[in-house]
C-alpha cells in the first residue's frame, strides 16, 4: 500500500536493509579528539574539551554562557529549578512533547500545565497560551496564579518539535507581560533559528541534548545556555556539588548536583560541533527531496514553519487517517524502516493525566495522523 514512499526512502539511504529514524554521523575528529583525551588522562569532569565544547556551542546559538551537563533531562530539571520552579508553582508546558519535558518539571515538585500545540510549528501555541492566561490566572501581587489552584506560574516551558521553531517570539511577549519565566526545551533545535534569534537564546535559558538520536551527539550530554552572567554562575555551581572554590578544602554551600559532562563525552561533542555546518545542510537537502516527493500526495509533508529556519532534524509527514499511520508505521517497521509515531500526549498517558490541561484539539489530531520518517544525515 504505501510501496512508492518506502521506495523512496530507501533511496534516500543508499538502499540499506535496515534504515533507523536517526543515527549518529562521525566523520570528523571524532576519533582523534577522544584519543588526545585519553592520553591526557583527564577524562572525567574537568578538562580542556569540556571549556571548548562550551565555547563552540555558546559562539554558534550567539549566547554569553553554555554550561554542559550529563543529559538535557537534568538540565532542563536545574533550569527550572534555578528559576524558582517548586512544588508551590506550576509550568506551563505542550502535552504533545517527548516525557523529559514534563518529567524535568515533575522533577522540580512543580505541576505541569498542558496547553495546545499549534498546527503549523507543533510547539506550544501562543492562543492556547494567551487564552489560558486570561482566563485561569490574574496578576497578584505582580506574581501570575492560577485562579483554579492558587499555585504560582513560575515557568513556560515550549519545546521545538523535531526541530522546528515554535512561535516563541510571541510566548516571550505574553510571559514578560505575565511575570513569567521562559525556558526554551531546545533539546531537538540545535541549528534552528526564529527571525531574533537562535531557538534556545530567547528566554532565560535554552536547553540542548546530544543524546545518541539527537544533530549532533556526545553519547549523552545536555547544554544549558544563558545570557545572564549571574544565572551561569548559578547554573554552574549547582551542576558541579556546589562545591566552594579552594585549592584543597571540601565545603559545600548547598545541596548540589554530579551533572557535569565528562571531558570524554565534550571530546566527541567538539568534533560533532565542527561538523554540524555540513549536517545542517544535508539535512535541508534530505527534507527538500522529501518535500518534492509528498507533494500533491495525500500524505502531507509538515513544513518548515514560515518565517523560520529548521534543522530539521526529524521529518514528519501526516496520513490521511488514523488507520493508514498505523499501517504506514506497521509496514514501515516490517520492512527495515525506521518509522516512528509521535510521542503520546502527556495528558494521554496515565502518570500525567490527572494535571490540569486545555482540550487538545490539536494535540490529538497530529498526534493521530502524525509519522517521524527517516531523517540522518547522508554522507
Ligand atoms: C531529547 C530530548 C530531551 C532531553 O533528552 P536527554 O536524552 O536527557 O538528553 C528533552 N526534551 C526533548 C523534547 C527531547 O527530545
Known amino acids: 500500500m504505501f510501496e512508492k514512499p518506502f521506495d523512496f526512502i530507501r533511496q ?27 592520553d591526557s588522562t583527564f577524562v572525567s569532569s574537568v578538562g580542556v574539551f569540556v571549556d571548548k565544547f562550551e565555547q563552540a556551542v555558546a559562539d554558534f546559538v550567539g549566547s554569553n554562557h553554555a554550561i554542559a551537563v550529563v543529559n538535557g533531562t537534568q538540565a532542563l530539571f536545574v533550569a ?31 505541576a505541569p500545565v ?44 515550549p519545546m521545538h518539535t523535531c526541530g522546528h521553531p515554535c512561535q516563541v517570539e510571541e510566548l516571550q511577549v505574553l510571559c514578560a507581560e505575565n511575570n513569567i519565566q521562559l525556558i526554551e526545551d531546545a533539546a531537538e533545535s540545535l541549528g534552528s533559528r526564529v527571525t531574533t534569534g537562535h531557538t534556545g537564546t530567547l528566554g532565560k535559558v535554552g536547553v540542548f541534548s546530544f543524546n545518541g538520536n539527537k544533530v549532533i551527539t556526545t553519547g549523552g550530554g545536555g547544554m544549558m545556555v544563558t545570557d545572564d552572567e549571574e544565572l551561569a554562575q548559578k547554573l554552574r555551581h549547582l551542576t558541579t556539588t ?24 565534550a571530546a566527541l561533542g567538539l568534533a560533532q560541533m565542527e561538523q554540524l555546518p555540513l549536517f545542517l545542510k544535508n539535512k535541508q537537502e534530505l527534507a527538500k ?81 502524525a509519522v517521524n520518517i527517516p531523517s540522518s544525515v547522508r554522507l
Not at 124 to 146: D, I, M, W, Y
Request: glycine share 6%; proline share 5%.
Open 114 to 157: 498542558f496547553l495546545d500545540i499549534d498546527p503549523h510549528t507543533l510547539g506550544l501555541s501562543p492562543v492556547a497560551v494567551k487564552e489560558f492566561l486570561q482566563q485561569q490566572t490574574e496578576l497578584r501581587n505582580g506574581q501570575c496564579v492560577n485562579k483554579i489552584s492558587g499555585r504560582t506560574i513560575a515557568a513556560c516551558l
Open 80 to 110: 527550572l529549578k534555578s528559576l524558582g520552579a517548586d512544588a508551590s508553582c506550576e509550568v506551563l508546558t505542550q502535552s504533545l512533547t517527548f516525557i523529559a519535558t514534563a518529567n524535568a518539571i515533575h522533577y522540580t515538585g512543580a
Open 242 to 265: 556546589a562545591k566552594v572554590p579552594h585549592p584543597w578544602e571540601f565545603i559545600h554551600d548547598e545541596i548540589g548536583y554530579n551533572f557535569r559532562l565528562p571531558n570524554i563525552n
Open 12 to 38: 534516500q539511504f543508499g538502499n540499506q536493509n535496515s534504515i533507523p529514524l536517526h543515527e549518529p554521523t562521525f566523520s570528523g575528529n571524532e576519533k582523534k579528539y577522544l584519543a588526545e583525551c585519553i
Open 289 to 369: 527531496s522529501y518535500r518534492e516527493f509528498f507533494a500533491g500526495s495525500e500524505i502531507r509533508y509538515l513544513e518548515e514553519p514560515a518565517g523560520s529556519q529548521s534543522n530539521f532534524w526529524l521529518n514528519t509527514i501526516l496520513l490521511p487517517t488514523e488507520e493508514q499511520k498505523e499501517a504506514f508505521l506497521d509496514q514501515a517497521n516490517q520492512q527495515g524502516i525506521g518509522a516512528r509515531s509521535l510521542w503520546r500526549p502527556m495528558h494521554l498517558l496515565n502518570i500525567y493525566r490527572h494535571y490540569q490541561r486545555d482540550a487538545q484539539i490539536t494535540a490529538e489530531q497530529i498526534y493521530r495522523h
